[in-house]
Nanobody, 121 residues
Framework: QVQLVESGGGLVQAGGSLRLSCAAS????????MAWYRQTPGKQRELVAT???????NDADAVGGRFTISRDNAKNTEYLQMNSLKPEDTAVYYC???????????????WGQGTQVTVAS
């Protein structure tokens, strides 16, 4: 089976930085788009940033210029570098990847377990 394991969350002061990582493992044939989402209590999960296999990126207006998504295809890993963090960035961050497990299979979405990011004012 496929697993996405996140790391790098924690508590940081406003203005600080954190780097999240998400490593995919298991039966993987190909990883297509990868992304980061975040969610706060009582709100819907929102998209933070996406990256294609070729490295094309998009990010949400709320984080533009402060967060950078990247990936290492050789390691099946994606990253989210978060700079100039604000208290409103506090959330559980989830990684997402569209993965096919064999040549003839349709890709499907997989999710990490989530990692808490707390930004203190």
């Amino acid at each position: 089976q496929v697993q996405l394991v996140e790391s790098g969350g924690g508590l940081v002061q406003a203005g600080g930085s954190l780097r999240l990582s998400c490593a995919a493992s298991g039966r993987i044939f190909n990883i297509y788009d990868m992304a980061w989402y975040r969610q706060t209590p009582g709100k819907q999960r929102e998209l933070v940033a996406t990256i294609t296999r070729g490295g094309n990126t998009n990010d949400a207006d709320a984080v533009g210029g402060r967060f950078t998504i990247s990936r290492d295809n050789a390691k099946n890993t994606e990253y989210l570098q978060m700079n100039s963090l604000k208290p409103e960035d506090t959330a559980v961050y989830y990684c997402n990847a569209r993965i096919s497990i064999e040549y003839y299979s349709n890709p499907r979405d997989y999710w990490g377990q989530g990692t808490q990011v707390t930004v203190a004012s």
